[in-house]
């Protein structure tokens, strides 16, 4: 498999906000009384759609391949003003519970949602004002 890389695209505001509204509904489905592992799921869906907002904004896309979320995550993260770094590395880390729980049939603690859920509501305000402004 190649590596995933970033394509200049047309900066696209519009489709930008349509990531958005994508990141939204799987943060909110996340709320829903399903499994742990299904909320991991949908909480990293939520992080890679509101990511790709924040790329579109700017005129980026990350191509499919390997590494492509994490570059996704930090390439979408330099993107925003301020320190984002304890932001990265809890998302990384909420990256890498939804490849255990997809990928490895791991258990998902309680606690590593929450860790997930407020990184990922974190970068949903932080889109949100970037494509409000």
């Known amino acids: 498999m190649t590596d995933a890389r970033i394509e200049k695209v047309h900066a696209d505001r519009v489709r930008a906000r349509m990531f958005l509204e994508q990141a939204d509904r799987f943060r909110s489905d996340a709320d829903a009384p399903i499994s742990a592992e299904s909320q991991a799921v949908l909480l990293h869906n939520a992080a890679v759609s509101a990511c790709d907002a924040i790329l579109q904004a700017v005129g980026l896309r990350v191509t499919g391949g390997e ?37 490895a049939a791991s ?16 970068l949903l305000e932080r889109v949100r004002a970037i494509l409000n402004a």
Not at 72 to 90: C, F, I, M, N, S
Not at 107 to 119: H, I, Q, Y
């Open 67 to 103: 590494r492509s979320h994490i570059l996704r995550l930090e390439t979408a993260l330099e993107q925003l003003d301020g320190d984002t770094e304890e932001l990265l590395e809890a998302l990384d880390a909420s990256r890498e519970r939804r490849n255990e729980a997809s990928y």
């Open 107 to 122: 258990f998902v603690p309680e606690a590593s949602l929450s860790d997930a859920r407020e990184a990922t509501t974190e």
